[in-house]
């Protein structure tokens, strides 16, 4: 699930509703919709936290911030 939520990431997001500024933001507010969404596919709240170092030790929080330093830098 996480793997294909970073595979469909929309570059005309980052392009429309983000400025370059905004790296930082983009990538809190990408790595929390992603945990909610896992914690509301589990039925659960109480690993919101150990979810989210899960997702940063394992490179998540890297990929979102390369995927939006890119598509400001080659596509928009």
């Known amino acids: 699930f996480i793997n ?6 929309e570059r005309d997001d980052v ?9 930082d933001d983009y990538v809190d507010s990408s ?3 992603i945990v909610q ?15 989210y170092e899960y ?6 929080q890297s990929q979102f911030r390369d995927f939006f330093i890119d598509t400001k830098n080659n596509y928009c």
Do not use: A, K, P, R
């Open 55 to 60: 997702l940063v030790d394992n490179g998540y």
């Open 15 to 23: 392009c429309e509703y983000w400025t370059e500024d905004e790296v």
């Open 37 to 51: 969404q896992v914690c509301e596919q589990i039925g659960s709240f109480d690993l919101y936290n150990e979810l």
């Open 4 to 9: 294909q939520h970073v595979n469909e990431l």
């Open 31 to 33: 790595m929390s919709n």
